[in-house]
């Protein structure tokens, strides 16, 4: 049998595993899989449950090991030896393969500043991460927490602190609204009311200064740009991601001009033996950031390696699509909202009472193919829009709201 090693062993890396036994039937490829973290592979997406009470059991996916199969949690791929073909662990174990698939995902940035080291600042990526906040935040005396980013994930964050554990959230976004990628000023305006009503302190359009520490050496709070200065507990990084591609280096791989391994639509890297899927590729230089896309690219890549390499349907032209997920917070968008001029139409929908919602088409210049949508207070004509992006609307846009 031939050798599939797979570095990482996150969403994709386990979509990966699953996708070739289904196909392979267990006969070709011998598995293995290295994952620095000390749990197996779990539901990334759902962490903020955990902070509202969920189990980690709870967000576990399962893989059953056999002897095709071989998972070696708590293990760190340190190096990629490709003349011998072999990966070399933290510990100096070497394993060969045949095939080599990079899942390694990737990491929250923590922003260069005075204080952001110290003991009450977190990250927020894994199980560990989620768990650290909550113990935090339970503990935490003065109950505050300033959140940096203003993004889906640091909305979510900020919700389930307050709601969950009591503690009064301070989101801090440097762009000048809310989710910028994903919305337009009007929905950004009308979604940071309805968080204000919540609870949730915002303070769009500034930045951290800097992170400050108290007598006792932890933090006591942040100064933003404008001088303000918001006291808290724990400050949390929610700002952005990187790709982990520091295993490029060991191998000669190319990198994309924004990191990640650069692969080909196949998810191929110049090393023919060598893929790379999920948030640590960058296909053609271009990186993603959301599972969608990730589970595209292994089932690609399983394909390639059980012959067969016919592709899965594309990717919806809906994606990148986002669904804020709060309770009784319907924020959604879907394909670029952004990709607005003379090329497109624009249609927006504005409802005051009974309760505040708003959406905006953008059509192509004829008017008649949905290209993308914002959507706030609309959660019926989601799913419905979602199915309709890149297609003529097949009734006028106003119906298909309701
Ligand atoms: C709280 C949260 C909420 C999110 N919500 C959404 C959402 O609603 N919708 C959405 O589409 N996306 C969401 N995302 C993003 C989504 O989780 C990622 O796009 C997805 O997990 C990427 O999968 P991956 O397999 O590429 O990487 P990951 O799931 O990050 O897995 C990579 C794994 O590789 C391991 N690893 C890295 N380097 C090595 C090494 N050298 N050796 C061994 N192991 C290594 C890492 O420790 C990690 O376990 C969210 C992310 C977070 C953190």
Redesign the pocket.
Known sequence: MKRLLV???????HRLVAEVRARDGGDRWQITV????RHGAYN??G??DRLRGVEDADLKLETQEDQGLRILTR???AEIDRPARQVVTAEGERLPYDALVL????VPARPPLPGAELRGCYV???LDDVNAIRRAAETAPGKRAVIVGGG??GLETAEALGRHLGVRPHVVEAAPHLMPAQLDPTAAELLAAGLSRRGIDLHPGRALQSIDAGRDGTVSGVTLTDETRVRADLVIFTAGTRP?DD?AATADLPRGERGGYLVDEDCRTPDPAIWA????AAINGRRT????P?YHMATTVAGHLTDNPTPPPPLSPAEPSTVL?LPGVDVASMGNPHATGEATVELTYTHTAPAPRYAKLILDPEANTLQAAILLGHPTAYPRLHALIGQELPAPAEQLLT
């Open positions: 570095i990482g062993y996150g969403m994709t890396a290295l994952g620095e973290e990334r997406i962490l903020t293990t760190r791929a899942a390694t995902g990737a927020y990526r894994t889906l994930l982990r295993l899927i999920g948030d640590c950031g959301t599972v969608a990730g997920k």
